[in-house]
Each structure stands twice: as C-alpha cells, then as structure tokens.
C-alpha cells in the first residue's frame, strides 16, 4: 500500500470563493458604484441649483438698487415753488404711480439717473420709467424694463426708450404712504389731492422666477420642459424683495392724511 505524498500541487488545505460569494461581492460593489455616481450627481444637482438661485438675487438686488436710487432722488417742484428751485426751470416733473394688478407702473423725474446703456447720452436729471412688460420670444414671462429721457425734452406722455433691468418678473408693486396708511391707488403729482407732492415713503416689492435659461431650481432636469410648457412660472421657485425708499425731497410736504404714530411697514 503506497502513500501519496503532499506536494506543492496538492489541493488539500486550499480555501477559494464559491459562486455564491463571487456574485454577493460583485452585487456590492456594484451598489456602492451607483451609490457614489448618484451622490456626485445630486451634488452637481445641487451647486447648478444654488447658481441659478444666486444668479437671479443678484439681477433682482441690481434691480432694486436702480428703483430705489432713482426714488430717493425723485423731484417733484410746483411752478411757484421758489424754496427748492428759485431760479426760472425750462423743464417739468411728475411722480406717478399707476397700480394695475401684479404690474404697477412707476413715473419719475429723478436727479440721480444712471444710464443702463454706456455712453448713451443722458445726464443726471432725467424722466425715468419702470414697467412690466411682455418678453420678447418667451411666450406668457414678463420682464422688467427702464426707460430714461433727457428730463427737458421728455414727453410725459410717451414712455421712453425702454431697456430690460431683470428677466422672468412675477410681480412689480410700488406703494405710497399717504400719511396713515399705505395707499393701494394711483400717486400723480400733475393732478388731484397729490398735484406738486412726492410721498413720504415709497415702497417697493419685485417678485422673480428662476432665471428659466437654465433648469428652473427645485424641479428635476427631466421635468424642466414640461414645466417651460406650462403655466409660465408653475412649479418654480420665486424670490421676493422688498425695500421701504424715503424720497430727500420729500421732507417739508405735507401728508395726505394725519399721521400716525404706529406704521404698518408691510
């Protein structure tokens, strides 16, 4: 009786992988894969998000600073007003704040005009207007559009040329205090209990979707045409800012009605 000996190409004492295992291995790595290329995703997800998002704060703060410059340094002087202008003016002013639903429109001469065009030829006192109008090749969005005029030449009656400030607007309000309370209808200084006054107070609000040239933040890429097809707006995200503007010259008119001593800001 022989006995086989135990050599180097013996298989006993060797341990290997089953079937089994080799899959349970393999199905594990995989999860992890998909694991880590779905968390890069929605990390990329996320920083495309937060671009847009800051993207459209700060049009909406360069916006706002246009509106609330242009207030702060509105004019409004009456033909006999010979305290704040005592020498003879060749030109006119107005405040005129027209509500109409979610697109109001604002009406200004203002001492602080800064053009939106370089080089173009305008100077610091100018006729300026703010208006929400229709977009151009967007079908239902409206934007956010100025006009300035040289303010000695400015026709009252016509807008002048107009230049988009903010893109994909919901809503422009602007509100003046009347003494007591903010006052929901039209501010004209060429007519009625406001003729030759500027509101103590002005406030401002603009309301902006998500700039939509790039996947509208909070909805997924796959579902961001069907949202463009949409109701304009449905579904995005908006952003709202609001700021209360005191008009300089304002100081020494009077009120439209007894003031209080609580204010209502918002």
């Known amino acids: 009786m022989t006995r086989r000996g135990r050599g180097i190409f013996s298989d006993e004492g060797r341990a290997g992988f089953t079937i089994i295992e080799i899959v349970i291995s393999i199905s594990i790595l995989l999860a992890l894969t998909v694991g880590v290329v779905v968390m890069l995703r929605s990390s990329i997800d996320v920083r495309q998000g937060l671009s847009t998002q800051m993207r459209t704060v700060r049009q909406l703060n360069f916006a706002m600073e246009m509106v609330s410059r242009d207030i702060e340094h509105a004019i409004v002087l009456a033909s006999t007003d010979q305290v704040r202008m005592p020498v003879e003016r060749n030109f006119k002013t107005i405040f005129r704040v027209e509500p109409s639903g979610d697109s109001d429109k604002l009406s200004l001469t203002s001492m602080a005009n800064k053009p939106v065009v370089a080089n173009a030829m305008e100077g610091d006192q100018a006729y300026v207007v703010y208006d929400l109008k229709d977009a151009e090749g967007r079908p239902g969005e409206k934007d956010l559009f100025r006009g300035s005029a040289n303010i000695a030449t400015a026709n009252f009656r016509e807008d002048p ?65 069907a949202a463009k097809s949409s109701e304009p707006g449905q579904g995005m995200a908006t952003f709202d800012m609001r700021t209360i503007v005191v008009p300089a010259l304002s100081s020494g008119m009077a009120e439209l009605k007894q003031p209080v001593s609580s204010i209502r800001w918002y």
């Open 161 to 225: 040329p107009m230049n988009m400030i903010l893109r994909n607007v919901k809503s422009f309000k602007v509100v003046a205090w009347r003494g007591d309370d903010w006052l929901r209808d039209r501010w004209d200084s060429t007519r009625g209990d406001t003729r030759n006054k500027l509101p103590k107070m002005v406030r401002v609000e603009v309301s902006a979707f998500v700039d939509t040239a790039g996947t509208p933040f909070g909805i997924p890429a796959g579902e961001a045409a």
